[in-house]
């Protein structure tokens, strides 16, 4: 039942700050001859879709429809010390000198303005602190309600939208101070998690589980074979999926290839790169708010079973503000105690109504 469990949800509006400006000056300067040639091409006008929108849009949402169980609170920024244990030390006085300014960063499709950097070291440090309140026992579950996203970010670059690699923070300070020893990392964001497979690619205390649209889809990475090397192969586990899968396709996913997974490597701490961009009304393939929450289902079942239910998840992706606020919402509620849902194959209970309402229509009264 709602409320049965308490959730925890950490956020601060310092990740409001990170918000770039399509129309300013680009720099370096040779992105920008590029972007606006794209952008002459459109009819429409173009905004950054990682908008600090997204997040007022779920607390919005959570606001009208609060869920028992649920409180917030704000964690502190992340430190140097936090970060440079995923990134290097070179890439971080790269990014901290572009505190202040506002920039285009080289090859891709992120840019940070003024209030960027403070907003990046706040998402980075509130993933860190649902980590810590789920260990502490503050928390049974949390949720890190961040922005700018994080799991495309790699020890030396951004990429994606993302600056520091969030989930990947919190999992190296859960290690090097919590004194956790196996971590799992799910990531069900509908885009490859590379930065996170990058840091953890040979790190066989570090599971990484990813389903995701299949390449060429972006970031390109993430197929079935890339399973890890050296000390970490067989550590990485890639489910590529064709771009109209949906829940049943997810669910038998997780069921048959991650549960078994878990249960072998028995992880002391569950943590989960939540994007709310595989849902059918956003930008690649199909589950459904029912899909979201049976998912959260099945890891929850799993941080049961191995860790006392230590389980924290870290916002990445999602850009239709709609679904992005239902979905998180979904997800939320199983974590404060909902049951989840039975799912059923796409449309199907579209029909079942539709013969309900129409049974009558060609049938004689006798
Ligand atoms: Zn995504």
Not at 309 to 326: K, Q
Not at 341 to 355: D, F, K, N, R, S
Request: charge should be negative; hydrophobic fraction near 40%; aromatic fraction near 8%.
């Amino acid at each position: 039942m709602i409320g049965d469990r308490d959730v925890t949800i950490f956020y601060d509006d310092l990740m409001l700050g990170h918000d770039p400006q399509v129309d300013l000056p680009f720099l370096p300067s040779r992105v920008e001859k590029r972007v606006r040639n794209i952008l002459k091409g459109l009819n429409t006008k173009w905004s950054y879709p990682e908008h600090p929108g997204r997040l007022t849009a779920i607390k919005d949402h959570l606001d009208k429809n609060p869920i028992s169980g649920v409180q917030f609170k704000v964690g502190a920024s992340a430190t140097y010390e936090q970060l440079v244990r995923v990134h290097t030390a070179s890439y971080l006085d790269d990014i901290f000198a572009l505190e202040g300014k506002m920039a285009w960063l080289d090859k891709d499709t992120t840019a940070v303005s003024p209030g960027s950097i403070k907003a990046a070291t706040s998402a980075a440090g509130n993933s860190i602190a649902a980590v810590e309140a789920v260990f502490n026992g503050g928390a049974q579950s949390a949720f890190a309600l961040v922005r700018p996203p994080g799991h495309h970010a790699e020890p030396v670059r951004a990429r994606g939208f993302c600056l520091f690699n969030n989930v990947a923070v919190a999992a190296a300070h859960a290690q090097a101070k919590l004194g956790c020893e196996r971590i799992l990392i799910i990531d069900w964001d509908a885009h490859h998690g590379n930065g996170t497979q990058d840091i953890f690619w040979a790190d066989p205390d570090v599971l990484f589980f990813d389903t995701h649209c299949a390449p060429p889809f972006y970031p390109g990475s993430g197929y079935l074979e890339d399973v890890g090397a050296g000390l970490g192969e067989g550590y990485t586990i890639n489910v590529p999926l064709p771009e109209d899968a949906g829940d049943i396709a997810y669910e038998k996913a997780f069921r048959e290839i991650l549960i078994p997974a878990a249960d072998r490597f028995e992880p002391d701490l569950v943590l989960v790169s939540a994007g709310f961009d595989p849902h059918r009304n956003d930008m690649a393939l199909n589950l459904t708010y029912d899909g979201f929450a049976v998912l959260t289902s099945i890891v929850q079942a799993i941080a049961d079973k191995h860790c006392q239910g230590r389980l924290a998840l870290v916002l990445e992706g999602g850009y239709n503000l709609d679904s992005l606020a239902h979905g998180t919402h979904a997800v939320l509620e199983v974590l404060a105690g909902a049951e989840p849902p039975e799912l059923t194959e796409c449309g199907i209970p579209e029909v079942t109504e539709a013969v309900e309402f129409h049974r009558d229509a060609f049938v004689d009264d006798d």
